[in-house]
C-alpha cells in the first residue's frame, strides 16, 4: 500500500490533468456552466421544502426547512454525482487503460477530484441562505472540512470498489443510480435522525452519508452534534475505503485486458 500511495505521489501531476481534463469535458457545450452545480440541488430542495416542510409538516430541528434540506443535499449531491463518476472512471477512459501505463487509481481519483469544484460553487450559495436566514455559524463550522473529507474518502473507497467491478460486470453501470437513488431516503436530507425511534436510528446509522450529512449540518448551522452517529460514520468509511483500495489494487492489473 505504502508503494502505491508513493506512486501516486509521483504522479500527481496527472491525476490533475485528468481532474481539470474532466472538468472541461462535464462542462463542454453547457450554455449555464458551472451553474448546474447549484441549480440541481436548489431545484431539489425547492420540491422538499413544498412537499416535506409545507405539505407534510416533517420537522427540521428548528432550522429553516429550505436551510436544512438544502445544507444535506450540498455534500449529497456531491456524493451522488461523483459516485457515478468514479464508478464510471475506468470504463469511461478504457481507450487510455489499453495504451499507455499510469497508476489507475488515478481515474477514479480524478473523478472525485473534479466533483470538488461543483461543491464549492453550491457553497457559495449556502452562505447565501445562511445570512438570509440570519443563521450564524459556532466555532464548529472549522470541523465542516472534515466532512467533507469524509465524503471524498466514502466516494473513492465505494468507487474504487464499483469500477473495479464494473471492468468485469458492466450490470454495475445501471446498478449506481438505482442504488443512489434508494440511498436518498435513507439519509437524513428530508427529515432529521430525531423524526425516528431510537431502534431504527440505529439502522439508519449503518448508512455513512447520515452521519456525514448529520454532523455536517450540526457543525455549520451550530446544534448539537451526534458524536456516537458521527463515530460510527466514520469508522464504516475508513473501513470501505480500505476494502475499495485492496480490492482495486488486487484487480487492476487486469483492467487493460478486459476493459
Known sequence: MGEWLSEIWRTREILFFLAWRDVKVRYK???????????????????????????????????????????????????????????NSLVANSNLITKIYFPRVLLPAAAALAGLLDLLVGSVFLVGLMIYYHVAPGWSVLLTPLFVVETVLLVMGLGMLLAALNVRYRDVKYTIPFAVQIGLFVTPI?????????????????????????????????????????????????????????????TERVFADIV
Open 29 to 87: 457545450q453547457a450554455a449555464l456552466g458551472v451553474a448546474w452545480a447549484v441549480i440541481q440541488p436548489l431545484s431539489t430542495m425547492i420540491v422538499f421544502a413544498f412537499f416535506f416542510g409545507q405539505v407534510a409538516k416533517i420537522p427540521s430541528d428548528g432550522v429553516p426547512y429550505r436551510l436544512f434540506s438544502y445544507t444535506g443535499l450540498l455534500l449529497w449531491t456531491y456524493f451522488s454525482v461523483a459516485l457515478g463518476q468514479v464508478g
Open 190 to 250: 428530508i427529515y432529521p435522525m430525531s423524526f425516528f425511534s431510537g431502534r431504527l436510528q440505529s439502522w439508519l446509522a449503518l448508512n455513512p452519508m447520515a452521519g456525514i450529512v448529520e454532523g455536517f449540518r450540526a457543525c455549520l448551522l451550530n446544534t448539537p452534534v451526534d458524536w456516537p452517529l458521527v463515530g460510527s460514520s466514520w469508522a464504516i468509511t475508513l473501513v470501505l475505503f480500505v476494502v475499495g483500495s485492496l480490492h482495486f489494487r488486487s
